[in-house]
């Protein structure tokens, strides 16, 4: 379906903000960079939860040359929490961020979390990109330490997003789904899977939120240049469209 037809960002009159959210496993940024910032600039995110962000090597200059392409900026993570990160619209109000690195499993690699606490006006949310384990029983333990972390950021509403290297009938899948929302069982919208452009086979991205916060529309968008999303990753996008109340 068009991006067009999610509500576009706003804030309304009860002070609740509507807010379109990404999540976009990137690469490393290893493909078409120019692809990928246009892909990115299409969905008009206030907030982008990436997984595989550039972790070595003048890291945080290639962070930021993609804010800056896709017009945004770099709120959190990158290499300090092994990957995963966030990147937001000016609209945010920033309270504080953090970068929680998971426990190493020796011989695999390290996982971690970007996370974040912002307002949109009167709305205030938490944030927390993920990107969990290939290895089953070490993905399940994540899901586990996500939902601690969900937990931890102390806010009335939260949303989680990322590769989760599973489909929804996994363990780690369902973990997270009994706790939050999932996007696109609760509001589907454009396509369901995210892996692999070339032959979207498979849904191990997602979008997901905590009880309140209202799904108005997620999915991937089905009118972006078929050109662009091969080029740009091996990932499809997930965009969703959410109504964040007011804090009390």
């Known amino acids: 379906m068009a991006i067009s037809e999610l509500p576009n960002s706003r804030t309304e009159a009860d002070g609740s903000a509507v807010l379109r959210v990404l999540s976009y496993n990137v690469r490393s940024m290893r493909d078409d960079e120019?692809?990928?910032?246009?892909?990115?600039?299409?969905?008009?995110?206030?907030?982008?939860?990436?997984?595989?962000?550039p972790r070595f090597f003048r890291w945080?200059?290639?962070?930021?040359?993609?804010?800056?392409?896709?017009?945004?900026v770099v709120l959190s993570g990158g290499a300090t929490a092994a990957g995963p990160m966030l990147l937001c619209s000016l609209r945010a109000t920033v309270e504080r961020t953090e970068d929680v690195l998971l426990p190493l499993t020796p011989g695999l690699h390290r996982r971690g979390l970007a996370t974040a606490v912002v307002r949109f006006a009167s709305a205030r949310v938490g944030l927390v990109s993920c990107h969990l384990s290939?290895?089953?029983?070490?993905?399940?333990?994540?899901?586990?330490?996500?939902l601690e972390q969900v937990a931890a950021l102390g806010t009335p509403y939260a949303l989680v997003a990322g590769d989760l290297n599973e489909r929804p009938d996994g363990p780690?899948?369902?973990?997270?789904?009994?706790?939050?929302?999932d996007g696109w069982e609760v509001s589907p919208w454009g396509g369901a899977n995210t892996s692999t452009p070339a032959d979207p086979h498979q849904r191990i991205d997602a979008i997901m939120a905590t009880p309140g916060v209202e799904f108005l529309g997620c999915g991937v968008p089905t009118?972006?240049?078929?050109?662009?999303?091969?080029?740009?990753?091996?990932?499809?996008p997930v965009l969703a469209a959410v109504r964040?109340?007011?804090a009390n």
């Open 34 to 53: 120019d692809a990928l910032a246009r892909v990115i600039r299409a969905c008009a995110p206030d907030l982008v939860f990436v997984q595989e962000a």
């Open 223 to 236: 009118d972006l240049d078929p050109a662009d999303l091969r080029a740009a990753t091996d990932h499809l």
């Open 172 to 181: 780690a899948f369902r973990r997270l789904a009994k706790e939050l929302q």
């Open 60 to 72: 945080r200059k290639h962070a930021a040359r993609l804010a800056a392409k896709s017009e945004l």
């Open 134 to 146: 290939l290895r089953k029983e070490e993905r399940y333990a994540q899901a586990g330490m996500v």
């Open 244 to 246: 964040v109340p007011a």
